[in-house]
């Protein structure tokens, strides 16, 4: 697109450019981050941008669509294929209500999951979540849902799951990896998860074993052995979905477990604590 980039290995990145240009580009990986970066650079660019590869999630055709109601013609989105038309000098007002995030719906029925426990969760997107929905019904789970309403209610035990892959949308997202690695600690038999998106996505897993979590780590490959209970501790949130999986495995734990570092937590979650509490949790932050 014509811009000059430094990066001086010093941990930032230097970029310039008098003016973007169209272009076509061939990701070699379908990535979110990248697909939504491009798309927004490619409004103000000269000519037409063409993204070949692109990401499929939800988030990335909510994009699309806000960009439409601001002026920007933009097609393709939720397809491998996204053509953005550049060169507009002015964009107008929009008013555009953002997606519910499908990531926090999980998490929440991945709660459910673990405990056992009864959860109605509403103003989710059922669709957006499929895979999730499969593997939690395989595991046990039984979940009803009704137009933007899901309902799950918990096992009295989980039973494990053979093999989980993450992958891209619509596969199942690596975004839920943790949480359901937290989940299948407790669950009868033996579990395997494969991280296939991204590479040192098992931090949570030592914390894991601090509460008497049974989990071999093989590369990218998780093997779980279910145990009966898992034991409070104190543990460290090392990334954002790895502190959200060490709360939920707190929820199903004998005794007190204490989650530190949680500002890696409330990157990606609106007072979990005070919602979890709300649903009979026994939780609290200590500042």
């Known amino acids: 697109m014509g811009a000059k980039i430094n990066d001086a290995h010093r941990g ?9 240009k169209g272009c076509d580009i061939q990701l070699d ?33 909510d994009l699309q669509n806000y960009l439409q109601a601001t002026g920007v013609r933009v097609t393709g989105a939720g397809t491998s294929i996204i053509r953005i038309a550049g060169g507009e000098s002015k964009l107008r007002n929009a008013e555009h209500t953002i997606i519910t995030d499908r990531i926090v719906a999980g998490t929440y029925m991945a709660a459910a999951g673990i405990t056992g426990g009864n959860l109605l969760l509403k103003n989710v997107i059922p669709e957006n979540l499929s895979s999730v929905i499969s593997v939690l019904r395989e595991s046990g789970c ?16 989980l039973r494990s799951v053979d093999i989980v892959r993450t ?28 991280e296939t998106v991204f590479e040192n996505r098992y ?57 530190s570092d949680i500002r890696h937590i409330d990157r990606g979650y ?14 609290k932050r200590v500042e």
């Open 12 to 20: 930032f990145i230097h970029c310039e450019s008098d003016r973007l």
């Open 29 to 61: 990986y379908p990535s979110v981050g990248a697909t939504e970066n491009i798309m927004l650079a490619s409004v103000f660019a000269d000519g037409e941008t063409i993204i070949r590869n692109a990401a499929k999630e939800p988030e990335i055709v």
């Open 142 to 157: 039984r979940i009803r849902v009704k137009g933007s309403m899901v309902h799950v209610a918990g096992p009295a035990r």
């Open 167 to 194: 992958l891209p949308y619509p596969g199942f997202p690596t975004d839920m990896q943790a949480q359901l690695v937290a989940m299948l600690t407790i669950a009868r038999g033996t579990s395997i998860v494969v």
């Open 203 to 259: 931090k949570h897993v030592d914390e894991l074993l601090r509460m008497g979590a049974n989990i071999k780590l093989e590369g990218r490959i998780a093997v779980i052995k279910g145990v009966r209970k898992l034991v409070g501790a104190n543990v460290l949130a090392r990334d954002l979905r790895g502190g959200a999986a060490l709360v939920l495995a707190g929820l199903a734990a004998e005794g007190e477990t204490v989650v």
């Open 270 to 283: 609106e007072r979990i604590e005070e919602k979890l509490r709300q649903v009979g949790a026994t939780i």
